[in-house]
């Protein structure tokens, strides 16, 4: 895939999570009526404005890669490509584990007073867009492995 291909999915994924980011701190600052409520937008017990700046932070980081990534230029170091592809695939399937289980838990497959029927398993906005973000580090590796090798 080229260059601009890396980038322009890179920059797909990052607007996904700057709709995420923007909904929840629209509901939060003006209760929108047509967004899920604020409770759904939130997955842990994180203080919002310490979730808030580190998505503020999560999306800096989305646009200088992409921006990188447009201009060809490499995103990390070549031994961090192994790492940082397994953090992802790894971070993907914890999160797709956690919305299956979920989704099972909240239906009562589980029973609904076991663990999987819990708030960490039932946040299925903030988990949906945790795979986004899984997403977008597998895709950070991806196009620097093949920066690696085009290097080489």
Same mark, same amino acid.
């Given at each position: 895939?080229?260059?601009?291909?890396?980038?322009? !999915?890179?920059? *797909? %994924?990052? +607007?996904?999570?700057? /709709? &995420?980011?923007?909904?929840?701190?629209?509901q &939060?600052?003006?209760? !929108?009526?047509?967004?899920?409520?604020?409770?759904?937008?939130?997955?842990?017990?994180?203080?919002?404005?310490? +979730?808030?700046?580190?998505? =503020? =932070?999560? %999306?800096?980081?989305?646009?200088? @890669? $992409?921006?990188?990534? &447009?201009?060809?230029?490499? #995103?990390?170091?070549?031994?961090? =490509?192994?790492?940082? @592809?397994?953090?992802? =695939? %790894?971070?993907? /399937?914890?999160?797709?584990a &956690?919305?299956? %289980?979920?989704?099972?838990?909240?239906?009562?497959?589980?029973?609904?007073? $076991? +663990? #999987?029927?819990?708030?960490?398993? *039932?946040?299925? +906005?903030? $988990? !949906?867009?945790?795979l986004?973000?899984?997403?977008?580090?597998?895709?950070?590796?991806?196009?620097?492995?093949?920066?690696?090798?085009?290097s #080489?």
């Amino acid at each position: 895939m080229s260059d601009a291909r890396f980038a322009a !999915v890179s920059l *797909t %994924l990052g +607007l996904a999570f700057l /709709a &995420r980011v923007a909904g929840q701190a629209s509901q &939060r600052w003006w209760d !929108v009526g047509f967004l899920p409520s604020q409770d759904a937008w939130q997955g842990s017990s994180l203080p919002f404005p310490a +979730l808030f700046a580190a998505q =503020v =932070v999560i %999306l800096a980081i989305i646009a200088v @890669a $992409t921006l990188r990534m &447009r201009a060809g230029r490499s #995103l990390f170091g070549r031994r961090w =490509v192994r790492p940082v @592809a397994w953090f992802g =695939v %790894l971070y993907f /399937a914890v999160m797709a584990a &956690r919305l299956v %289980l979920g989704i099972g838990g909240d239906a009562g497959a589980f029973g609904g007073n $076991t +663990l #999987l029927a819990g708030k960490w398993f *039932t946040a299925y +906005l903030p $988990t !949906v867009f945790h795979l986004v973000l899984a997403g977008e580090v597998m895709l950070f590796a991806a196009y620097q492995r093949g920066h690696v090798r085009s290097s #080489l």
